[in-house]
């Protein structure tokens, strides 16, 4: 069973906007030090690469779920950045 073409282009779209909204947020709002500026970039490009590597390496279907994956990070580190700046 696979997606179709409309649900692949909304996992992609989603997925790439939330990302970039967390990490523009998380980036922009939150006084992170050097180290943790860094460690937080190569953790949201970790699940991106592997979002865009698998659309050449594996079917449609494995990339859209990454995108998912890649969705779901992306509310989670902007949750944990809300949740950090109520502290």
């Given at each position: 069973?696979?997606?179709?073409?409309?649900?692949?282009?909304?996992?992609?779209?989603?997925?790439?906007?939330?990302?970039?909204?967390?990490?523009?947020?998380?980036?922009?709002?939150?006084?992170?030090?050097?180290?943790?500026?860094?460690?937080?970039?190569?953790?949201?490009?970790?699940?991106?690469?592997?979002?865009?590597?698998?659309?050449?390496?594996?079917?449609?279907?494995?990339f859209?779920?990454?995108?998912?994956?890649?969705?779901?990070?992306?509310?989670?580190?902007?949750?944990?950045?809300?949740?950090?700046?109520?502290?």
């Amino acid at each position: 069973m696979g997606f179709s073409g409309k649900a692949l282009s909304g996992a992609i779209f989603l997925g790439l906007l939330f990302a970039l909204f967390a990490a523009v947020f998380l980036a922009q709002f939150l006084p992170l030090d050097k180290a943790l500026h860094r460690t937080f970039w190569a953790g949201l490009s970790v699940p991106i690469t592997w979002a865009w590597a698998s659309l050449w390496l594996f079917s449609r279907e494995r990339f859209a779920r990454a995108m998912w994956q890649v969705l779901a990070l992306s509310i989670v580190l902007l949750l944990a950045g809300i949740g950090g700046m109520q502290l």
